[in-house]
């Protein structure tokens, strides 16, 4: 058994792999062209975010991911992941590359497993879809959110990130 | 149908270390929030938020009575006037 991760072309479906990287200056500089946020800002460059960069053969950056272990061994938390500005659906309704989102938490898992923190990771769901998305298909807890107005919190583990983290093991 | 691509939000300071206090109160009564039951992780949820605010309000010198007491307990005078 082998990990490889991917993403896929999203014009032809063609699988693209991917190599995860911790994030250099440079791939944190090269979001001040044109990402959604500053990768440079004070709340990324807390230390105990770790920062990696997914990218191609070729080296294009195709997302960067920000996580951290929490304080008791219990998650690590996905603090946020952002796909390249081609790929964010945010940004751009024909998208370069599919499946980013999917690999970056896969990669949480993974760094999840290595830490000794079981697979468990959190974050927090970037729209009220995305958030049924995970609790219904990923069988995803929903965690309280004591901020009037927060994002919506979710706990992933289990099945869920064994089918999310599945998807790279060949 | 295209499958949905999954995208998270930035989760911020405060909320990464309110859950940090959960994750504390889950180790100390040994529960494992994945797998409770919805009572207790409502329980879980109840105490981290008290002793977040708790924490937040000590942070700021504050005393006990600028927290909501826990679950509604009436609180004597001399403990509202401890700090928080």
Known sequence: MRLQYFVTKADSGEQVLIAMEPAMKNDLEATKNGWQSDWTSDFI???RLEKYAAKTEAGEIVALGAYREDDHGISVFIADIEAQPESNPTLTKKRRYAGV???????????????GHG?????????????????????????FQPFPGGPKLLMLADEGAQEIFGAYLF | MAEQEL??????????????????????FNTDYYHADPKQRAFMDAVATHEYQ???AHEKG????????FMGIVRSERSNNMPA
Do not use: W
Not at chain 1, 104 to 112: D, E, F
């Open chain 2, 7 to 28: 995208q998270v939000a930035r989760m911020d300071e405060e909320t990464m270390e309110y859950l940090n206090v959960l994750f504390s109160v889950c180790k100390r």
């Open chain 2, 54 to 56: 708790l924490k937040k």
């Open chain 2, 62 to 69: 504050l005393q006990r009575s600028a927290v909501p007491p």
């Open chain 1, 119 to 143: 697979g468990v990771v959190t974050f927090a769901a970037k729209t009220d879809e995305l958030y049924e998305h995970y609790v219904n298909d990923f069988h995803a807890v929903p965690i």
């Open chain 1, 45 to 47: 460059s807390d230390p």
């Open chain 1, 101 to 115: 989102g999917r690999m970056m938490i896969a990669y949480g898992i993974q760094l999840s497993i290595d830490s």
